[in-house]
């Protein structure tokens, strides 16, 4: 009595220092949450939405350009007179060019694949070149346009963004692919804008996670997957359309993040803030009202420590009781098995066991229902309760399946048991409503070696098993 008192003590002592640290720090994380959520649901989300409708409009008029390129008469007058005169059109996408101040106009051919620019014709597209898929992936798409961030093709050193917009005649007739170029330089300082703008970092990055555009185009490529901190979040932000997170990039250093997927470039727009002297104000409020929920925890946490004490032995016995049968369960059957054997080691008693199973139990179920069947496991559990010895365990190992450890008894001895168990299940009915049920065994029998693993055991019982039930089902076969 006195050690349980003891313990008791400790266990008192040990929530009051619990719920003092947790009453301690409770305002502290609740005005820093606070903090927290306001920047990251409410401040970046409206920041990155800002950001997202300044892209849409910069976009707009290239997009417009494109879309009265691709209703031109003159250019659809051209492809349908078979393209004779290519100077005609070479002019036309110079003066395109020059007048709206893109940085390049194309148009590609459905009819000849070839790909006309200012300067002439390129190339000619084929769908082996895997350049030459955002042309395939046009032709197919039912979208009047795609923009596509993509290397220009008449200049391999730059990076452009191109607005793709399909050419169909008055019928509706599929004549091929026109467009202008933005130079990617024109979003950077847009970027650099926006970052003087809202004072937060601000920048793209692709499909995969690598940075695809930043203020400083000169800078190393990176990986969010390869930032501190950052990485283990970047399976949520690319597999979503927008996320709110914090992280930590250095310790004590928060970085609030808010992504958003731009579908016109398909890529993640991210705006990043750092922690602010808010935080800072807030570390202030740590030790206010200190002591304002210890009551109520300790009493809760000593209701909760003697409810689970009472529950204690019911739950130890539903861990280690099979619920439908009140056999012992397959968990607990490697302890039972180490104890017997150990205990028939030093006595030099054998330890035998028998594997029964209940034959052709699935029709049992698909004819009767699966109540049925539970009132058969039941009815053949007690069989083997009654003619099973009080130093016997029985174990229910799934299913139709029972195991019998027979301590103190040979091969020869368990055999007869379980024949006497086969011939008593045999003769006993399970009565169904108006129905009586009868069921048969198949049962295997084999004998512990010292030293033996009790899985090379089970494996041994196993196929007896199999071979009783192969012979005819409804016997008793020995392991030899």
């Keep these: 009595m006195h050690r349980r008192k003891l313990y008791f003590v400790a266990a008192l002592t040990v929530l009051m220092i619990v719920g003092f640290m947790a009453t301690s720090l409770t305002s502290y994380f609740v005005a820093r949450e606070s903090l927290s959520e306001n920047i990251s649901e409410q401040m970046l989300p409206l920041t990155s939405d800002n950001i997202y409708s300044e892209i849409q409009r910069d976009l707009l008029r290239p997009i417009l350009i494109s879309s009265l390129m691709a209703t031109d008469t003159f250019l659809h007058d051209w492809v349908i007179n078979g393209e004779e005169d290519t100077q005609l059109v070479r002019n036309y996408l110079r003066e395109i060019q020059q007048q709206y101040g893109t940085i390049t106009s ?10 006309y620019h200012p300067d002439g014709i390129i190339k000619t597209v084929s769908a082996d070149n895997p350049d030459d898929a955002w042309y395939f992936r046009v032709r197919s798409q039912r979208e009047p346009y795609e923009i596509n961030v993509d290397v220009d093709t008449a200049d391999r050193s730059r990076l452009s963004i191109f607005i793709n917009y399909r050419v169909e005649d008055g019928r509706g007739n599929f004549l091929g692919v026109t467009g202008v170029g933005l ?10 804008t926006y970052q003087l703008r809202y004072g937060r970092d601000i920048y793209f990055i692709d499909r995969e996670g690598n940075v695809a555009l930043t203020q400083d185009l000169s800078g190393p490529a990176q990986r969010i997957q390869d930032r501190p901190g950052l990485g283990p979040l970047a399976t949520q932000i690319l597999t979503t359309p927008s996320a709110s997170l914090t992280y930590e990039r250095n310790p004590g250093e928060t970085v609030y993040l808010n992504s958003r997927l731009v579908p016109e470039f398909d890529w993640y727009l991210m705006v990043e803030e750092h922690d602010s002297a808010a935080e800072e104000r807030i570390e202030n409020t740590l030790l206010i009202n200190i002591g304002l929920s210890l009551g109520i925890m300790t009493l809760v946490l000593l209701v909760a420590h003697f409810t689970l004490k009472a529950y204690q032995g019911r739950l130890e016995e539903m ?5 439908l049968t009140g056999a012992a369960n397959r968990h607990v059957f490697d302890g039972i098995f180490d104890n017997v054997q150990r205990s028939a080691r030093r006595n030099g008693r054998p330890v035998a066991i028998a594997c029964i199973d209940i034959d052709h139990f699935k029709e049992v179920n698909d004819t009767f229902g699966h109540q049925a069947g539970d009132m058969v496991i039941r009815a053949v559990a007690d069989v083997i309760r009654q003619h099973a010895r009080a130093s016997d365990t029985l174990c ?3 299913g139709e399946e029972f195991l019998l450890l027979l301590d103190g008894c040979t091969a020869e001895e368990a055999a007869e048991r379980a024949e006497t168990i086969r011939k008593a299940v045999k003769k006993q009915s399970v009565v169904f409503g108006r129905e009586d049920i009868r069921v048969t065994l198949s049962c295997g029998v084999a004998q512990y070696h010292p030293g033996e693993e009790l899985f090379s055991l089970i494996a041994r019982v196993d196929a007896v098993l199999y071979r009783a039930k192969h012979e005819g089902r409804d016997r008793v076969s020995v392991a030899t």
């Design 106 to 115: 194309f148009f590609v051919s459905d009819a000849t694949r070839n790909y």
């Design 183 to 192: 130079a990617v330089s024109a979003v950077t300082s847009l970027i650099e």
């Design 319 to 323: 861990a280690t009781t099979d619920r």
């Design 396 to 398: 229910r190992w799934g």
